[in-house]
């Protein structure tokens, strides 16, 4: 059996991987474009600014590796075409310039997205950057090593372009953050919002909201941007305004595509083609919260989905399933964690949930405990069942209170449970009761309160 | 309404200050005999050492806050005798050697739990000490300042002996830790038990396993211990072998015990007495992953029951429910955080479960991140459902892993739930795949195997 996976980065490796393990005899081959395979894109941000150190270091195995495992992994190789009919395959040797026609068995498709550029003038200027790809970083770094860029505009403010203000920061440049919205981290409610801004600005980076790029200015090189609202100097502009699926190929070759506009994919992973599964970001899935169809390029998302479609591609059954997703994400910025699960308020409002929530801002830590640092809590719930359905988190602990939400949402868990949930305390790791649970009592009398609301209106 | 409440230390003050807001009219009185209430003991290790700065820290409310808020704490006041056909009590002033009675129309009874001393001879010498109250922390460091002990010996390798046996080191003494069974921290597997061995050695501890303590000697001071292998000098020696629920005031007014000792409680912190409701370290619980009644003395968890017991004893009915724990814990030492949720493998058995478990040891954030750490995870299910039922962690974010997997025990989560769990990824945070996810996905190759062992022994 011939395994073929387009594609060689979070879920195309880890697919390839999975298959391995599986199936001992399959011969597995991955094409991809970019010059190295299993690339961890989430760490590009930090390597602009030194935090991880060597390039190699976001490179989690080598074409060499994955000889060794009997996986080859055929780099600077692009797909051009899918023949599902014939099983074919049309690849272009981009290093050699050559193209050759392979056949498959089976077919995974892990093309994963790519950054948008707006269109906006002077995007084309020397000196303005996306950061999607490792080739992305090489090229801003080298582009920083050649002149020294003291002033840098970064464009978005989603956890791509607030990751790289922050390490654009620790190379000591001059950063302003635009963003288009009204707020920063959109995906997240106003509290958090502010929390990070107000974070931004206490480490120098000048920001800007409701402040739409019209212009990128200078000849030949970047020397600033004219937004809504004015005029900013720049010799270094980082892009971050968004992704998209890079579902061309499989477009062409009758790959259904969904009304997020990435592949759509049954819980197997399969495409409606016979024999072809694909996986990772350019896939849609469900989130389960919403149970609408969702598109959420993630990492994590892209290895579990990954896992479940080279498995069942080399059994060729359905033989493992991936449920969905509950939208959970989680940033850093200038030691600020900021994670979320489930649906913000406004997402909720817009699947038709009533909502019911409670805040609380507490210490990640016993106070007395030296080192206990804030850490805010937003707990949302479904008005009629109490359910859990989104929680918003920022500060110290952010990651531990985002997870055990999200544990408590793939639970189906309300809040009544969550005041009684047994969670660990000792005085290092929490206050005695967890946030969570302060959190859920909060949320208790806010249900109380919207029952007595309910009577006095009936 | 008359609110009596004895014993005002984490569940009592909980239940006065739910009542309180519960019901605005209601007269609150707390006794207690320690002279301060709501008193965090699980920091007193930290005293001892100056971590904490002032005892006062550990005080989270004085009666004077109390009184603010319109809660009567009477410290220093012993209830001797609950009258519970005329709702009277017999109460001691301990500080004016007075006695009076008292009335109450509800009853809440914290009485909470103390240090078990082992009938070691010389286990009254001066320098022996027990570490339960804040007074016995007073004691400790009365003593060390007095007379600079070099060398302590701490009987007993549970959480409070780990804990001080840290916080002794930490004042430049030479510590000893003895444990007459064959490992410490008993209620985790051996995985755990050697990583914290090894912990505590690195730092200077001298651990002594499967040694049971047989003398203190000394003439009036203790001078050192002998135990089954042979003898140790020390001038200071703290116990923490255990503790018991303080349960005779209870048991002698005709409240019925548990068969672990403890008060007997019904969902609602009833006790079989009428108007009296029960909560914290002097009752038992269930364990939901067993199914058991058990004796979980854990500030937490006396905080959960007190929030139940105040408010149904202010409302008089059964308003708020307390279903039962997972036997969740957790402790550091030397910076190892080690914690625990539902039943070891041990205790799994016990239970009449069969058991598939898994382990990893991986990194507590993305491998290129600088300074991931090391943790270990291990994931125990049960054959027959694929549920999870225990969780044991150690090393960085052992208290995130810790709380993930008690709330998906709660949420009756499986392994294929895990492994599929929409969990919270960047690279300061963790590895792309939770050792959750990681552990789960190892978990279900030996739910593989096991299948196959099964057939083929059919």
């Known amino acids: 059996m011939r395994l073929v996976i387009v594609g060689g980065i979070a879920a195309g490796t880890k697919a390839a991987s999975r298959a391995r393990r599986v199936d001992a005899e399959a011969e597995i081959v991955v094409y991809q474009d970019e010059p190295e395979p299993s690339i961890s ?10 935090v991880v150190d060597e390039r190699a270091d976001l490179v989690a195995r080598t074409p060499e590796q994955f000889a060794e495992k ?29 193209a050759f026609e392979d056949g498959y068995d089976r077919l995974v498709i892990a093309t994963g997205a790519r950054a948008v550029l707006p269109p906006i003038p002077g ?59 009204d707020r920063v981290a959109l995906a997240y409610g106003p509290e958090v919002a502010e929390r990070v801004e107000e974070r931004l600005k206490e480490n120098g980076v000048s920001v800007y909201t409701g402040a739409k790029v019209e212009e990128f200015k200078g000849e030949g090189c970047v020397r600033g941007l004219r937004y809504g609202g004015g005029d900013l100097e720049a010799d270094l502009v980082v892009v971050g305004v968004g992704i998209e699926p890079s579902v061309e190929l499989a477009e062409e070759a009758g790959v259904e595509l969904g009304e997020t506009g990435a592949i759509r994919v049954d819980r197997h992973m399969r495409t409606n083609l016979a024999d072809v599964w694909a996986a990772g970001d350019c896939v849609e899935t469900v989130n389960l919260v919403s149970g609408k169809r969702a598109w959420v390029p993630l990492g994590d998302t892209a290895n579990q989905m990954g896992r479940v479609a080279g498995t069942n591609a080399a059994t060729g ?51 007395y405990y030296p080192g206990a640092e804030r850490v805010f809590l937003k707990l949302i719930a479904d008005r009629s069942s109490g359910r859990l359905i989104g929680a918003e988190s920022a500060g110290s602990g952010a990651d531990k209170l985002t997870d055990v939400c999200a544990t408590a949402i793939w639970g189906g868990l309300s809040y009544p449970d969550l005041i009684n949930l047994d969670l660990a305390y000792a005085p290092p790791f929490g206050p005695a009761l967890s946030p969570v649970i302060q959190a859920a009592s909060v949320l208790s009398g806010e249900f109380d309160r919207a029952r007595r609301g309910v009577r006095a209106i009936e």
């Open 70 to 98: 009997g996986v080859e992994v055929r780099v600077r190789h692009r797909v051009e075409k899918i023949d599902p009919e014939n099983k074919w395959l049309s690849v272009r040797d981009l290093e050699n310039e050559g």
């Open 317 to 367: 059954e359905d033989t493992l399933e991936f449920p969905g997703v509950l939208g959970t994400g989680i940033f850093e910025v200038f030691d600020l964690g900021v994670g979320k699960t489930g649906l913000s308020e406004d997402e909720a409002r817009e699947t038709g949930f009533e909502t019911v929530s409670a805040a609380v801002e507490t210490m990640d830590r016993a106070g």
């Open 41 to 50: 894109e989430c760490g590009l941000p930090y390597l602009l600014s030194g």
């Open 123 to 181: 995007a084309d200027l020397e000196g303005v950057f996306e950061l999607r790809f490792l080739t992305d970083a090489d090229e801003v770094r080298a582009y920083m090593e050649a002149r020294s860029p003291k002033r840098a505009a970064v464009v978005g403010g989603g956890y791509i372009g607030l990751e790289v203000a922050e390490n654009l920061c620790r190379l000591g440049m001059e950063v302003s953050l635009i963003e288009g919205e």
